[in-house]
């Protein structure tokens, strides 16, 4: 759970980083009308994240049954291939190509929703249920939303004498590129020990 809990928390620290600043992002590196751009966002959300949603619950649910450690391998798996257009979306000049990425990046990215609450739920007892979920929920929210953005604005300003308007790219390329493979490692940890986890809950 602890290391289940770990990888959620950096999925929010860059995830949250990065849609704070990727509208400026996009503004600044590339040309786009305020307009046309939030729509382009919305549509990476909505299609990205809802069918990454979608898809890490549904093909972690189907190979779960042959073996739990799925839960943990399919979000960490799906977080390392986001990283090739993570590093892609935030590098190539062609605006529109990296926008294609971000939606394939969020698609990946997505992944460990569905996994990460299904496991939470089985890995402690049922008196211990809302707790766990109030505590993952807390670790989410604390390092996400409470020092992603914060993490990549300071992070642009520092690189912003030498990069110039670069600097913004960069953070967010560090940001979420680290942060994603972060989290892999503890996909990792976590399935080295889950089956028994999962067995002595059951037992308990």
């Known amino acids: 759970f602890v290391h289940l809990a770990i990888a959620a ?58 073996d739990a450690r799925y839960y943990v391998w399919v979000p960490g798996v799906a977080t390392l291939l986001g990283v090739p257009f993570v590093l892609f979306l935030y590098t190539t000049p062609d605006q529109y190509a990296s926008l294609r990425a971000l939606v394939a990046a969020t698609l990946f990215g997505s992944f460990y929703y569905g996994p990460t609450f299904a496991l939470t739920q089985s890995l402690v007892p049922a008196r211990l249920r809302a707790q766990a979920a109030a505590v993952l929920l807390f670790v989410i929210n604390m390092i996400g939303l409470g020092f992603g953005p914060q993490f990549v604005g300071v992070l642009s300003d520092a690189l912003a004498p030498e990069h110039g308007t670069d600097s913004l790219r960069l953070a967010l390329l560090f940001t979420v590129a680290v942060g994603a493979v972060w989290a892999t490692v503890h996909y990792a940890l976590a399935a080295r020990t889950l089956r028994e986890d999962l067995a002595a809950t059951m037992r308990g």
Do not use: I, P
Request: aromatic content about 16%; overall charge positive.
């Open 9 to 66: 928390a950096l999925h929010a620290f860059y995830g949250y980083g990065s849609t704070a600043f990727n509208a400026s992002f996009y503004r600044r590196s590339h040309v786009f009308e305020l307009g046309e751009l939030g729509s382009w966002l919305a549509v990476v959300l909505v299609v990205g994240g809802g069918l990454g949603t979608w898809l890490g619950g549904t093909l972690t649910d189907r190979l779960g049954a042959r």
